[in-house]
């Protein structure tokens, strides 16, 4: 261990409870403030056109996921590279990987704006657009699709920079972002009139401002310098950084596997219940966007302590890791708790913020959040187990917990269920995937937790 390193750097000797808020908030704010893009997008549509409308951003959500996974595959893994690479004073690696890694990332970006362009209505098909929802998307989706370049930096360099120690100027993007899309979304849909198209228009524009902001920090590094040869394209290095962020990838994807199967199945089975198909389609919709405010502050916990779990464990200091992890886990589970008393006692506040609409409507919205979070409360342990494995170099361990709870269980569940309980099967599907997830990492955790 390089004793060095460890006195000058905080990492490695500020109180761990005191490192966990300074790095765990401003993460926390950063990923609300990003999963609030697509909540706020959905509130004034739900006002100002409607349900359909709703239905649309649910059916474009998994593609800009996709955009997110890739970016995060990138991105995250570049963080916990910067973290262990650090950890081991070794700042020229350190660099090499940051700056290939963004390179790397805007030409992913730049691919990925022009495919979905080009096939966007069928991905729409593909992602449950029913033949009433299917204009909606291909408005919406056909201006979202031109930003996805600065939201794949947004989603990318997000990481780098908390993982840098600048988790404000992190979080300083994002809400920069955030509160544009906040201000343009009610200007674009009651005043210019312009409908789903102005909640586009005024989301890119927020992630323009955010990438721009980002892009700036390049310079601003302060564990590393970035010089041109650190931004040339190395398969070497974007190999050892993709297998530290292929969690965080996995887990995306897995979101937009989910996401197409439940969208396709609540319009199939929708439309031999009571409820239609659209109704299905769209509360799901709205009940996965809220519960990923929640998601959100676990991550931005989890990956807020990301380089203390990095750096700590690069230098050696075992119980360090252990304990941060501990905090994070508890505050993650009192989280859990509150969010449970929410969804199951007063759902209806949360419904009518996204546009009254008929007592169907009503009700089965009622029921995706009753039902579908029933067992949020155990969620913790996996999502902060996950980033933990993943900080400290572990990736196949994290990667078979990303897959787990969304391709092992959620997903053969949302197939099947349906076949017994009809409509509302999708929506238990989301419980047992939990309780199975948890079961899961406990075994995992049980396994290593000693040799780490």
Known sequence: MDTT?????????????????????????????????????????????????????????????????????????????????????????????????????????????????????????????????????????????????????????????????SPKFSMAGLLLGCITNIILDPIFIFVFHWGVKGAAWATIAGQILNAFLYLAYIWKFKSIKLDKECFRISGKVMAKVSSLGVSSFITQIAIVLVMAVTNNILVSYGAESKYG???????????????QIVSAILLGLATGAQPIFGYNYGSGQKDRVKRA?????????????????????????????????????NEFAVKCFKIFLLACPINGLQMATGVFFQAIGKPAQATVLSLSRQIAYLLPATMLLPMVLGVEGALWAGPLADVLAFITTLIMLKLYWKKI
């Open 5 to 165: 390193v460890t006195k000058t750097n905080p990492l490695g000797t500020e109180r761990i409870g005191k490192l966990v808020l300074t790095f765990a908030v401003p993460s926390i704010i950063s990923m609300v403030v990003n999963a609030l893009y697509n909540i706020v997008d959905q509130i004034f549509i739900g006002q100002g056109v409607g349900y359909l409308g709703n239905g649309a951003t649910n059916v474009v959500m998994p593609m800009t996921v996709i955009a997110i996974a890739l970016s995060l595959l990138i991105g995250d893994g570049a963080a916990a590279y910067l973290s262990l690479k650090l950890g081991e004073s070794d700042e020229k690696s350190a660099a090499r990987g940051v700056g290939c890694s963004i390179s790397v990332m805007v030409i992913v970006g730049i691919i990925l704006c022009i495919l979905f362009h080009l096939f966007l209505e069928p991905l729409c098909i593909l992602f449950g657009a029913t033949e009433d929802i299917l204009p909606y998307a291909m408005d919406y989706g056909r201006i979202i699709s031109y930003g996805i370049l600065f939201s794949s930096i947004d989603s990318g360099m997000a990481g780098m920079i908390r993982a840098d120690g």
């Open 325 to 361: 992890y501990r905090i994070i886990l508890a505050v993650s589970t009192i989280v859990l708790i509150l969010a449970f008393l929410v969804f199951q006692f007063a759902p209806m506040s949360i419904v009518r913020l996204f546009g009254s609409e008929s007592e169907l409507y």
């Open 277 to 291: 198909a659209e109704i299905p389609l769209t509360t799901i919709g709205i009940t996965m966007k809220v519960n």
